[in-house]
Each structure stands twice: as structure tokens, then as C-alpha cells.
């Protein structure tokens, strides 16, 4: 699966968190934390399930 369609659903995340604190649905120091932390954990998910390719001659 391409890394864009992976990465998606992340981005729709962090930015409806964003939304959400901006509109005062949820607490702005909460919403602060996880813009914060999703993108972190979402490199560190993708780079934990990377694979190295190698090409044989």
C-alpha cells in the first residue's frame, strides 16, 4: 500500500483533534498534546514496519 493512503487516515486524525480543540469541544492543552504526539507516534509505527529491500544481482 502506497505510504500516502497509510498516512491518511493519520492526518484525517490529527486534523479533526485540531478542529475539535479549536471549536472547544474538546480542552485546547489536550488538543495541544495530541497534534503533538499522533505524528510522532504515527513516524515511529511507519519506520518500525519498514522493510529493506534488497536487490540480488
Not at 2 to 25: C, S, V
Request: positive net charge.
Amino acid at each position: 500500500m502506497p505510504q500516502m493512503l497509510r498516512a491518511l487516515p493519520w492526518a484525517i486524525a490529527i486534523l479533526a483533534i485540531a478542529l475539535l480543540g479549536a471549536a472547544d469541544i474538546i480542552r485546547a492543552d489536550v488538543a495541544n498534546s495530541l497534534a503533538t504526539v499522533l505524528p510522532l507516534v504515527m513516524v515511529a509505527i511507519f519506520a518500525g514496519s519498514a522493510r529493506c529491500r534488497v536487490k540480488e544481482a
